[in-house]
Each structure stands twice: as structure tokens, then as C-alpha cells.
């Protein structure tokens, strides 16, 4: 079984929905610390032909906590929400597909959750829903309750319960994980390397690595699962 893990990221960028459709099973890693200024609850989008920076607004955040014992700011959220999907109205007014994507951005962001691992996890799986590709999701709190110290000991340990004979990790993992670390545990460890993808944001110059938002926007779903295969494994 070929595996993937990461930490769950609303909405994130083309290389993630890469890396889910690269494997067997992905399995949601939200049994390590919240990062703060990361991606889980933030991304960019174009606005006004630049990249705009949103943020779910979350209560209590810490590095301290797990990103599964992170919650969302019930009180700040729903004000949130009616502006960011106002933005999205007047940033992709023009767009081919913005009513597809409005509707599937409404159906995630009235998921009934009140942590912000869940509401992520459901921006993945309802867009990969979207694409008609099945996947199987898994996440690790509903897998162990307890793991090893070390990034590397954690990632072999949850690819055992998966049984894993591959682990696949995006490029920047090389800095990180060591394949002769993985085979001795007799899994195959593969880097995912995306290939440079453009296409047309309105009339002007190309802004890379923005939301899965901004593909879903401009591109039909043959041409989305297409760019989903243009990676290489090294």
C-alpha cells in the first residue's frame, strides 16, 4: 500500500492534492503541535491580480496544543465566513467555474465542526468529491492514541498500522527523512517533485502556489486531474 501524511491544511495548494492522488491511503497527521503562521487555517488567494492572505480566525491557539485539540472562534467565525466568501464573489467575479466553486466553498464552510482539524480534512475530501476521485482518508488520532518521539519514529510507526511498503513525501522532506532509515523497516520512501504548472488568471502574470480555490476556478475537472498527475517520484 503506497502512504502519504501530512498535517491537515484548509484549501491547500496543488503539490498536496498531489500528493493524496499519488497514494493508496493519506492519512491525516493532526496528533502533532498547531503551527502558528502555518497553512492549516490559512492560504492565499488572487485578489485585485495579487495574492491575499486568509485566516479561519481560531480561539486559545498555541504551539502547545495539537492541531486535533484546535478549535475554531465560534463567535468570530460566522462574520468570518460571509466576508471571505464575499471576497471570493468580487475576487473571481469573472472566473469560468466561480459558481461551482462558491457552491462547494458554502458546502465546506458549513460543515458543523468545531475544530479546525475537521473542517480541513473536509476541504480536501469534498473537493477530491468534487473531482470524482476516490480516495481513501484516514486519520491518525482514530488510528493510535499514543506515539514515538522523533519525526522519523512517528511517520514508520503510523505506516505500519497502514501497512505501507511505500511512503511518499513532499520534495522538501529530503532535508528531513533518509530512504535507507525507511528501508530498513522495509518501506520504500519516494519524494514528490511537482512539475511547474500555469494557466490563465484573467490577463496577467502568473501567481504560483495560490489555494486549490484558485485551480478550481479557472480550470475544467479534465484539466485538474491532469494537473493532479504532473508530478514526478524521485
Not at 486568509?54 to 504551539?63: D, E, G, M
Not at 517533485?193 to 502568473?206: C, G, L, M, R
Request: glycine residues 2%.
Amino acid at each position: 500500500m503506497k502512504v502519504a501524511i501530512m498535517q491537515p491544511y484548509f484549501m491547500p495548494y496543488l503539490g498536496y492534492f498531489q500528493l493524496v492522488n499519488a497514494v493508496d491511503t493519506f492519512l491525516f497527521f493532526d496528533q502533532v503541535h498547531f503551527i502558528k503562521k502555518g497553512w492549516i487555517n490559512r492560504n492565499r488567494i488572487l485578489v485585485q491580480q495579487q495574492d491575499f492572505l486568509f485566516t479561519i480566525p481560531l480561539v486559545n491557539v498555541s504551539q502547545n496544543k495539537l492541531i486535533k485539540d484546535t478549535f475554531i472562534d465560534e463567535n468570530a467565525y460566522p462574520q468570518w465566513k460571509t466576508k471571505f466568501l464575499k471576497t471570493i464573489i468580487q475576487a473571481y467575479k469573472n472566473a469560468p467555474y466561480l459558481d461551482t466553486i462558491f457552491s462547494l466553498l458554502e458546502t465546506i464552510l458549513n460543515n458543523k465542526t468545531e475544530r479546525i482539524s475537521e473542517l480541513a480534512m473536509y476541504s480536501v475530501q469534498q473537493t477530491f468529491e468534487l473531482l470524482s476521485i476516490k480516495k481513501e482518508f484516514k486519520t491518525a488520532s482514530t488510528i493510535v492514541s499514543t506515539l514515538p518521539s522523533g519525526k522519523v519514529e512517528k511517520i514508520l510507526y503510523l505506516c505500519k498500522q497502514l501497512n505501507a511498503f511505500e511512503y511518499i513525501n513532499p520534495i522538501k522532506g529530503q532535508t528531513l527523512y533518509q530512504k535507507e532509515k525507511f528501508l530498513e523497516a522495509q518501506i520504500n520512501l519516494q519524494f514528490l517533485k511537482s512539475k511547474p504548472i500555469q494557466y490563465p488568471q484573467f490577463n496577467h502574470e502568473f501567481i504560483s502556489d495560490l489555494s486549490m480555490i484558485d485551480v478550481l476556478m479557472f480550470n475544467t475537472q479534465e484539466t485538474i486531474t491532469e494537473y493532479l498527475k504532473a508530478y514526478e517520484l524521485v
